[in-house]
Protein backbone atom coordinates (compact mmCIF):
# COMPACT_ATOMS: atom_id res chain seq x y z
CA UNK A 1 0.00 0.00 0.00
CA UNK A 2 1.39 3.35 -0.24
CA UNK A 3 2.98 5.19 2.07
CA UNK A 4 2.60 8.56 0.26
CA UNK A 5 -1.70 8.38 0.75
CA UNK A 6 -0.57 6.67 4.05
CA UNK A 7 1.18 9.11 5.98
CA UNK A 8 0.33 12.58 4.28
CA UNK A 9 -3.56 12.12 3.73
CA UNK A 10 -3.72 11.99 7.62
CA UNK A 11 -4.15 15.17 9.64
CA UNK A 12 -2.71 13.36 12.94
CA UNK A 13 0.58 12.20 11.71
CA UNK A 14 0.44 15.17 9.90
CA UNK A 15 0.81 16.93 12.89
CA UNK A 16 3.12 14.59 14.53
CA UNK A 17 5.61 15.24 11.81
CA UNK A 18 5.39 18.85 11.94
CA UNK A 19 6.14 18.59 15.59
CA UNK A 20 9.19 16.30 14.73
CA UNK A 21 10.51 18.97 12.39
CA UNK A 22 10.50 21.54 14.73
CA UNK A 23 12.44 19.21 17.26
CA UNK A 24 14.46 18.47 14.91
CA UNK A 25 16.33 21.82 14.69
CA UNK A 26 17.85 20.91 17.81
CA UNK A 27 18.23 17.44 17.35
CA UNK A 28 20.84 15.65 15.67
CA UNK A 29 18.47 13.40 13.57
CA UNK A 30 16.47 15.19 10.92
CA UNK A 31 12.67 13.57 10.67
CA UNK A 32 12.65 11.46 7.63
CA UNK A 33 9.42 9.26 6.43
CA UNK A 34 11.66 6.58 5.01
CA UNK A 35 10.97 3.49 6.39
CA UNK A 36 13.48 2.77 8.81
CA UNK A 37 12.98 6.31 10.74
CA UNK A 38 11.21 7.39 13.59
CA UNK A 39 8.42 9.17 12.13
CA UNK A 40 7.53 11.25 14.86
CA UNK A 41 9.53 11.66 18.93
CA UNK A 42 7.93 10.62 22.21
CA UNK A 43 7.19 13.86 23.13
CA UNK A 44 5.39 14.89 19.54
CA UNK A 45 3.11 11.40 19.99
CA UNK A 46 2.10 12.71 23.54
CA UNK A 47 0.91 15.85 21.77
CA UNK A 48 -0.67 14.22 19.01
CA UNK A 49 -1.46 10.55 18.78
CA UNK A 50 -1.73 10.13 22.77
CA UNK A 51 -3.11 13.45 23.87
CA UNK A 52 -6.02 11.80 24.69
CA UNK A 53 -4.82 8.88 27.36
CA UNK A 54 -1.43 10.81 28.65
CA UNK A 55 -1.85 11.64 32.23
CA UNK A 56 -4.64 8.79 33.15
CA UNK A 57 -4.32 5.53 35.02
CA UNK A 58 -6.20 2.31 35.30
CA UNK A 59 -9.31 1.88 33.22
CA UNK A 60 -9.18 5.29 32.53
CA UNK A 61 -6.06 4.65 30.49
CA UNK A 62 -7.03 1.37 28.79
CA UNK A 63 -10.57 3.11 27.54
CA UNK A 64 -8.50 5.68 25.90
CA UNK A 65 -5.77 3.93 24.80
CA UNK A 66 -8.12 1.21 22.88
CA UNK A 67 -10.20 4.34 21.34
CA UNK A 68 -6.95 5.42 20.04
CA UNK A 69 -5.56 2.02 18.97
CA UNK A 70 -8.69 1.10 17.25
CA UNK A 71 -8.55 3.54 14.74
CA UNK A 72 -6.59 1.53 12.33
CA UNK A 73 -6.53 0.01 8.58
CA UNK A 74 -6.91 -4.03 8.71
CA UNK A 75 -5.22 -5.81 6.58
CA UNK A 76 -6.12 -9.85 5.23
CA UNK A 77 -4.21 -12.71 5.99
CA UNK A 78 -2.42 -13.04 2.66
CA UNK A 79 -1.39 -9.52 3.01
CA UNK A 80 0.36 -10.13 6.20
CA UNK A 81 2.88 -12.12 4.21
CA UNK A 82 4.55 -8.79 2.70
CA UNK A 83 3.75 -6.95 5.83
CA UNK A 84 6.27 -9.19 7.87
CA UNK A 85 8.72 -8.51 4.72
CA UNK A 86 8.82 -5.17 5.74
CA UNK A 87 7.93 -5.02 9.40
CA UNK A 88 10.62 -7.58 10.91
CA UNK A 89 13.27 -7.22 7.78
CA UNK A 90 17.05 -8.00 8.96
CA UNK A 91 18.40 -3.73 9.67
CA UNK A 92 21.93 -6.14 8.51
CA UNK A 93 20.27 -7.71 5.54
CA UNK A 94 17.26 -6.03 3.64
CA UNK A 95 17.15 -9.44 1.76
CA UNK A 96 15.88 -11.23 5.26
CA UNK A 97 13.56 -11.55 8.23
CA UNK A 98 14.41 -11.95 11.88
CA UNK A 99 12.25 -15.05 13.14
CA UNK A 100 11.22 -14.42 16.81
CA UNK A 101 11.94 -17.25 18.09
CA UNK A 102 15.37 -18.74 16.91
CA UNK A 103 16.12 -15.37 16.75
CA UNK A 104 17.59 -16.58 12.78
CA UNK A 105 18.12 -14.14 9.89
CA UNK A 106 16.23 -15.81 7.20
CA UNK A 107 15.39 -15.23 3.14
CA UNK A 108 11.93 -13.11 3.28
CA UNK A 109 11.08 -15.65 -0.08
CA UNK A 110 11.93 -18.75 2.29
CA UNK A 111 8.35 -18.52 3.79
CA UNK A 112 5.33 -21.60 3.71
CA UNK A 113 4.98 -24.46 5.16
CA UNK A 114 7.35 -26.42 4.89
CA UNK A 115 10.17 -27.65 7.48
CA UNK A 116 12.75 -25.00 7.12
CA UNK A 117 10.88 -22.42 5.98
CA UNK A 118 9.24 -18.84 8.01
CA UNK A 119 6.06 -18.79 8.60
CA UNK A 120 3.09 -16.70 10.69
CA UNK A 121 3.12 -16.76 14.22
CA UNK A 122 -0.04 -15.69 15.88
CA UNK A 123 2.04 -14.60 19.12
CA UNK A 124 -1.56 -14.07 21.20
CA UNK A 125 -2.43 -17.68 20.06
CA UNK A 126 -5.87 -17.50 17.94
CA UNK A 127 -7.45 -20.69 19.19
CA UNK A 128 -8.07 -18.37 22.86
CA UNK A 129 -10.85 -16.43 22.09
CA UNK A 130 -11.18 -18.66 18.91
CA UNK A 131 -10.44 -16.19 16.20
CA UNK A 132 -9.31 -17.58 12.99
CA UNK A 133 -7.37 -15.62 10.53
CA UNK A 134 -10.29 -13.58 8.75
CA UNK A 135 -9.66 -9.74 9.22
CA UNK A 136 -9.08 -8.82 12.61
CA UNK A 137 -7.16 -9.96 15.85
CA UNK A 138 -5.95 -12.86 13.46
CA UNK A 139 -4.58 -10.61 10.94
CA UNK A 140 -3.31 -7.96 13.21
CA UNK A 141 0.38 -7.56 12.62
CA UNK A 142 1.61 -6.04 16.05
CA UNK A 143 1.57 -9.94 17.05
CA UNK A 144 1.73 -11.79 14.07
CA UNK A 145 5.71 -12.46 13.39
CA UNK A 146 7.83 -14.59 10.86
CA UNK A 147 8.57 -17.87 13.13
CA UNK A 148 10.34 -20.74 12.26
CA UNK A 149 7.76 -23.41 11.03
CA UNK A 150 8.68 -26.05 13.68
CA UNK A 151 9.22 -23.42 16.40
CA UNK A 152 5.79 -22.13 16.07
CA UNK A 153 4.39 -25.71 16.07
CA UNK A 154 6.01 -26.81 19.12
CA UNK A 155 4.54 -23.25 20.87
CA UNK A 156 1.37 -24.03 19.56
CA UNK A 157 -1.45 -22.55 21.42
CA UNK A 158 0.75 -22.56 24.38
CA UNK A 159 0.59 -19.85 27.35
CA UNK A 160 3.12 -18.11 28.65
CA UNK A 161 5.07 -18.62 31.43
CA UNK A 162 8.56 -19.39 32.72
CA UNK A 163 10.30 -23.06 32.94
CA UNK A 164 10.00 -25.97 30.94
CA UNK A 165 12.91 -27.69 28.41
CA UNK A 166 15.71 -26.32 26.26
CA UNK A 167 14.25 -26.37 22.22
CA UNK A 168 17.03 -28.11 20.64
CA UNK A 169 16.58 -26.06 17.53
CA UNK A 170 15.58 -22.81 19.16
CA UNK A 171 18.01 -22.16 22.00
CA UNK A 172 17.21 -20.07 24.87
CA UNK A 173 13.51 -21.18 24.38
CA UNK A 174 12.03 -23.80 27.17
CA UNK A 175 8.39 -24.97 26.75
CA UNK A 176 6.62 -27.84 28.79
CA UNK A 177 3.29 -29.67 28.44
CA UNK A 178 1.03 -26.18 29.28
CA UNK A 179 3.53 -23.44 28.53
CA UNK A 180 6.49 -21.56 26.20
CA UNK A 181 9.31 -19.20 27.42
CA UNK A 182 10.77 -17.76 24.82
CA UNK A 183 14.42 -16.74 24.76
CA UNK A 184 15.40 -13.48 26.52
CA UNK A 185 16.06 -10.63 24.09
CA UNK A 186 12.36 -10.95 22.98
CA UNK A 187 10.56 -11.67 26.21
CA UNK A 188 9.34 -8.30 26.85
CA UNK A 189 8.38 -8.04 23.16
CA UNK A 190 6.02 -11.00 23.45
CA UNK A 191 4.62 -9.29 27.30
CA UNK A 192 3.91 -5.97 25.06
CA UNK A 193 2.07 -7.58 22.19
CA UNK A 194 0.24 -9.57 24.69
CA UNK A 195 -0.97 -6.75 26.10
CA UNK A 196 -1.49 -4.80 22.96
CA UNK A 197 -4.02 -7.39 21.71
CA UNK A 198 -5.68 -6.79 25.68
CA UNK A 199 -6.13 -2.97 24.85
CA UNK A 200 -7.21 -3.21 21.43
CA UNK A 201 -10.02 -6.02 21.38
CA UNK A 202 -12.21 -5.04 23.91
CA UNK A 203 -15.68 -6.80 22.56
CA UNK A 204 -16.86 -3.89 21.28
CA UNK A 205 -16.57 -5.37 17.45
CA UNK A 206 -17.74 -9.30 16.26
CA UNK A 207 -14.86 -10.92 18.43
CA UNK A 208 -13.98 -11.74 22.30
CA UNK A 209 -12.81 -9.81 24.52
CA UNK A 210 -9.10 -10.60 25.12
CA UNK A 211 -7.47 -10.42 28.41
CA UNK A 212 -4.60 -11.43 30.10
CA UNK A 213 -4.85 -13.92 33.48
CA UNK A 214 -2.59 -15.16 35.65
CA UNK A 215 -3.14 -19.14 34.49
CA UNK A 216 -1.53 -21.68 32.06
CA UNK A 217 -4.24 -23.88 29.98
CA UNK A 218 -6.22 -21.58 28.76
CA UNK A 219 -7.48 -23.20 25.86
CA UNK A 220 -10.26 -21.56 23.97
CA UNK A 221 -10.94 -18.95 26.48
CA UNK A 222 -10.10 -15.13 25.47
CA UNK A 223 -7.79 -15.40 27.74
CA UNK A 224 -3.65 -15.46 27.85
CA UNK A 225 -1.90 -16.19 30.53
CA UNK A 226 0.06 -15.70 32.74
CA UNK A 227 0.23 -12.10 33.75
CA UNK A 228 2.62 -11.96 36.63
CA UNK A 229 5.84 -13.20 34.35
CA UNK A 230 4.24 -10.91 31.62
CA UNK A 231 4.49 -7.95 33.28
CA UNK A 232 7.78 -9.09 34.84
CA UNK A 233 9.52 -9.93 30.72
CA UNK A 234 8.13 -6.12 29.94
CA UNK A 235 10.61 -5.13 33.09
CA UNK A 236 13.61 -6.92 32.09
CA UNK A 237 13.32 -6.78 28.63
CA UNK A 238 12.98 -2.85 27.19
CA UNK A 239 11.64 -1.97 24.02
CA UNK A 240 15.27 -1.98 21.63
CA UNK A 241 15.99 -0.69 18.04
CA UNK A 242 14.25 -3.43 16.40
CA UNK A 243 10.59 -3.62 18.23
CA UNK A 244 10.37 0.20 18.01
CA UNK A 245 11.35 0.32 14.56
CA UNK A 246 8.61 -2.43 14.06
CA UNK A 247 6.23 0.12 15.33
CA UNK A 248 6.64 2.57 13.32
CA UNK A 249 6.49 0.32 10.16
CA UNK A 250 3.38 -0.65 11.22
CA UNK A 251 1.89 3.03 12.09
CA UNK A 252 3.46 4.18 9.29
CA UNK A 253 2.60 2.32 6.52
CA UNK A 254 0.10 -0.83 7.19
CA UNK A 255 -2.04 -0.50 9.81
CA UNK A 256 -1.99 2.79 11.19
CA UNK A 257 -1.77 2.59 14.66
CA UNK A 258 0.59 1.55 17.35
CA UNK A 259 1.67 -0.64 20.37
CA UNK A 260 1.43 1.93 22.82
CA UNK A 261 3.09 -0.05 25.42
CA UNK A 262 6.42 0.05 22.99
CA UNK A 263 6.03 3.93 23.31
CA UNK A 264 4.99 3.64 26.77
CA UNK A 265 6.24 0.74 28.75
CA UNK A 266 5.26 1.96 31.96
CA UNK A 267 1.57 1.94 31.00
CA UNK A 268 1.54 -1.81 31.79
CA UNK A 269 1.99 -1.31 35.41
CA UNK A 270 -0.19 1.69 35.23
CA UNK A 271 -2.92 -0.79 33.95
CA UNK A 272 -2.36 -3.81 35.53
CA1 LIG B 1 4.49 -24.76 32.41
CA1 LIG C 1 13.42 -7.35 23.19
CA1 LIG D 1 -9.64 -6.73 26.08
Not at 148 to 173: I, Y
Not at 262 to 272: C, F, K, L, R
Amino acid sequence: MSRRHSFYARPLLAAAAAVTVLAGTAAAAPADASPGRYTATAAALDDTYYQDAVGKTGAELKAALHTIISDQTKLSYSQVWDALKATDEDPANSSNVVLLYTGRSQSKNDNGGNSGQWNREHVWAKSHGDFGTSTGPGTDIHHLRPTDVQVNSTRGNKDFDNGGSELGSAPGNFTDSDSFEPRDEVKGDVARMILYMAVRYEGTDSFADLEPNDQVNNGSAPKMGKLSVLKQWSQEDPPDTFEKRRNDVIFDQFQHNRNPFIDHPEWVGAIW
